[in-house]
């Protein structure tokens, strides 16, 4: 029974992604998109030696001093990239959802970098400096982590569009947890202050919902206009 369901929805996949390439915006967006992410890689690893160089200004976070002190290092990549790994399995038959969250990636991604570069910030007393392996040999400059890309918080930044982006309720409720816990231990390692926290979670609620509302308000304007 349980190898049957297996079998079904591998078929629903190869048949939703086969009709979905047949749409050609559908795929331009899937070819370019992943491209533009390595040249944004690219970008960001020299970008990444001029922000730990300069220098920049140690905020008071008097909530920050709540959160005990202890490295989740580990804790905190095995959820990151659970939570990635989670989203995908599940919605690998909702191809146009699989885009939105590339597209989304990469969007955040995009506007954390520019927040980066226009707030130039120190890290908190005490930071615990956060191991990404990933990170380190794709996007961090000279293989090593970086302590000043502070506002606005990436991991929390993904878990949340993560939970933006999921359909199914359970998954939902998952990543809303697991937000929850990803800011906890951010907050406990002292790599990002809670305004930093607070950042992600406006930033990417917008970057997420303002692409629908424009598309909408285009459209009434057009059958306004007719």
């Known amino acids: 029974m349980f190898s049957l369901s297996i079998y079904t929805y591998i078929n ?30 690219a970008v960001t690893q020299k970008l990444g030696n001029y922000v730990e160089m300069r220098k920049g200004v140690q905020l008071e976070d008097n909530l920050l001093q709540l959160f005990p002190s202890y490295d989740f290092s580990a804790p905190i990549f095995i959820l990151l990239y659970s939570s990635l790994a989670l989203v995908v399995l599940t919605h690998l038959h909702r191809p146009k959802v699989i ?10 991604a995009v506007v954390r970098q520019i927040c980066i570069l226009a707030i130039a910030l120190d890290p908190p007393t005490g930071i615990i400096v956060l191991r990404d ?30 939970f933006l982006c999921a359909e199914r309720k359970y998954i939902k409720t998952y990543l809303g ?17 809670t305004y930093d926290v607070y950042g992600a979670l406006f930033f990417t609620t917008i970057i997420y919902f303002a692409p629908m509302r424009i598309r909408a308000y285009l459209e009434s304007k057009s059958l306004l206009e007719r």
């Open 177 to 193: 947890f697991a937000t929850i816990i990803m800011s906890f231990m951010i907050l406990c390692m002292r790599v990002h202050y």
């Open 133 to 162: 392996l990933f990170l380190e040999n794709t996007v961090y400059p000279r293989h090593s982590p970086l302590t000043k890309d502070l506002f606005f918080s990436g991991h929390v930044a993904s878990v949340w569009l993560y």
């Open 12 to 41: 629903n996949i190869i048949s939703e992604w086969k009709f979905a390439l047949k749409e050609k915006s559908f795929t331009w967006k899937l070819l370019l998109t992943p491209g533009l992410f390595f040249i944004y890689s």
């Open 99 to 108: 885009l939105r969250i590339i597209e989304m990636h990469f969007l955040v």
